[in-house]
Each structure stands twice: as structure tokens, then as C-alpha cells.
T-cell receptor
Framework: AQRVTQPEKLLSVFKGAPVELKCNYS??????LFWYVQYSRQRLQLLLR??SRESIKGFTADLNKGETSFHLKKPFAQEEDSAMYYC???????????FGKGITLSVRP | DTGVSQDPRHKITKRGQNVTFRCDPI?????LYWYRQTLGQGPEFLTY????????KSRLLSDRFSAERPKGSFSTLEIQRTEQGDSAMYLC??????????FGPGTRLTVL
């Protein structure tokens, strides 16, 4: 069965500091991984997906199949990055998502 | 607003009552998903529709839960004989094939 692990619940950093949000997965097939973000009082929305290999709002994430990881990184955090972040794995013919428990990122001024 | 909408946004009910939630997906999306999110957890998959056909149900979906998508457009999720453990945020998402899932704002259910 597929599983997504986000080992930390909270990360608090100062503005301008680097950020790394950890995500590890377990899946027997070829993984397709996503990061979703939920800002305060807003709905869950896609931040980035590994197959697009884009940088969104300064965030990047590289799929490491050897370490089964998909960590989210940003070199210089901004206050507006404060939000809840979820790592998710797409699986099965019906493309359902399996989410991690999420991590709260707090960026202090 | 052309995004996914859900109604109601909040529902408070007493244990044992039945509740029904509605989801209106983005109009051209043929795929529709229901997820449930409890405090401190990420969303968990409940069920999936492709057009009007319900193609997958999670083991989380007990016999008290039923979902429909009668014309391949909006969907309803009904919970019969609610229990306190049903208290959660119920999320709906829709997508076109191979595209990202777009989420609605959710319905927060509180069972007293």
C-alpha cells in the first residue's frame, strides 16, 4: 500500500532563511508526487508536481527515487509562504491522492 | 466563481441524524473525488466517480455512507445515523483526465 510521511508538524523560520519541508513516500509503482498548499482561510491548491519540474513561487522539489523522497525547498522564505503544506502521491488507475499529515510553515518577520 | 463549490460549508447535527452534502465540480471535469480530513491529518480518499459511475470506494466508506453523481455533474455524499467519529472536513475535488485535482472549500461536519 502507498504511504506518504511528513516527519515534522511545524517549521518556524525567519524571513530570508532557507526552507526544506521533508516528504518520504512508499509505493511499489512509478511515483507521481505533488506538493499542495493551504493558506489561511483558503482551499487546498496545487503548488507543484514533480513531472513538471517547475519552480513555483521560488519553491522547488526533486524526486529522489533512491531515497524515496520529494522534499520541498526554497532558498529565501517570505512571510507570505506561511501556510500548511501537504505532500501527496498519485496512485492507481483512478488517480487518487494519498496525502501526508502536513506541515505548518511559519515565517517570522 | 468557476471553481469547485460545496454546500453547506458547515453542518452541525446530533448523533443519529442523517446529513447530505453537495459538490459541484468544475463543469468540464469528468472526474470527481471525495476526501475526508480530520484534525491533524491530511485528506484521506473516500470515493471516486468518472462521469456518473462510482469506480472506487475506500474501506473508510462504511455502509452508512453513500455517494451519488446521478447525471455526471454534481455529486452528493450522504451519511446516515451519524456518529461523533464522523466529525471531519469533507472535501470534494474534480479533474479532467491526467490533470491536477482542484479542491472545493470543504464542508465541516460536527456531530454532537
Amino acid at each position: 500500500a502507498q504511504r506518504v510521511t511528513q516527519p515534522e508538524k511545524l517549521l518556524s523560520v525567519f524571513k530570508g532563511a532557507p526552507v526544506e519541508l521533508k516528504c518520504n513516500y512508499s509505493y511499489s509503482g512509478s511515483p507521481e508526487l505533488f506538493w499542495y498548499v493551504q493558506y489561511s482561510r483558503q482551499r487546498l491548491q496545487l503548488l507543484l508536481r514533480h513531472i513538471s519540474r517547475e519552480s513555483i513561487k521560488g519553491f522547488t522539489a526533486d524526486l529522489n527515487k533512491g531515497e524515496t523522497s520529494f522534499h520541498l525547498k526554497k532558498p529565501f522564505a517570505q512571510e507570505e509562504d506561511s501556510a500548511m503544506y501537504y505532500c501527496a502521491l498519485l496512485s492507481g488507475a483512478n488517480s487518487k491522492l494519498t496525502f501526508g499529515k502536513g506541515i505548518t510553515l511559519s515565517v517570522r518577520p | 466563481d468557476t471553481g469547485v463549490s460545496q454546500d453547506p460549508r458547515h453542518k452541525i447535527t446530533k448523533r443519529g441524524q442523517n446529513v447530505t452534502f453537495r459538490c459541484d465540480p468544475i463543469s468540464e471535469h469528468n472526474r470527481l473525488y471525495w476526501y475526508r480530513q480530520t484534525l491533524g491529518q491530511g485528506p484521506e480518499f473516500l470515493t471516486y466517480f468518472q462521469n456518473e459511475a462510482q469506480l472506487e470506494k475506500s474501506r473508510l466508506l462504511s455502509d452508512r455512507f453513500s455517494a451519488e453523481r446521478p447525471k455526471g455533474s454534481f455529486s452528493t455524499l450522504e451519511i446516515q445515523r451519524t456518529e461523533q467519529g464522523d466529525s471531519a472536513m469533507y472535501l470534494c475535488a474534480s479533474s479532467a483526465p491526467i490533470n491536477e485535482q482542484f479542491f472545493g472549500p470543504g464542508t465541516r461536519l460536527t456531530v454532537l
